[in-house]
């Protein structure tokens, strides 16, 4: 296996173990435009937050970060924290 070879075969590991760019590391911009706030669907679909908090969805972050001081929070991971 020559140089090249093996340097793509650990890009290709980095990519399936879906590891993040340190650009990722800071979260994800939620998509607050789709949602007419403060009207929310009541789906559980939960998103961590930045800030440490568990959404139940991406609209209620997006409607937390237009309600209080914290205007800023991004998803850092689908899911649970």
């Not at 980095?14 to 340190?22: K, Q, R």
């Not at 949602?35 to 937390?64: H, K, Q, W």
């Amino acid at each position: 296996m020559n140089i090249w070879s093996a340097l793509g075969l650990l890009c290709l590991i980095f990519l399936a173990n879906g590891m993040t760019t340190a650009d990722d590391s800071q979260g994800e911009q939620p998509q607050c435009d789709q949602y007419t706030l403060p009207f929310c669907t009541r789906e559980y679909e939960p998103v961590c937050g930045t800030d440490g908090t568990i959404y139940s969805n991406e609209c209620m972050l997006c409607f937390a970060n237009s309600e209080g001081p914290k205007t800023d929070v991004l998803i850092k991971s689908r899911g649970a924290c």
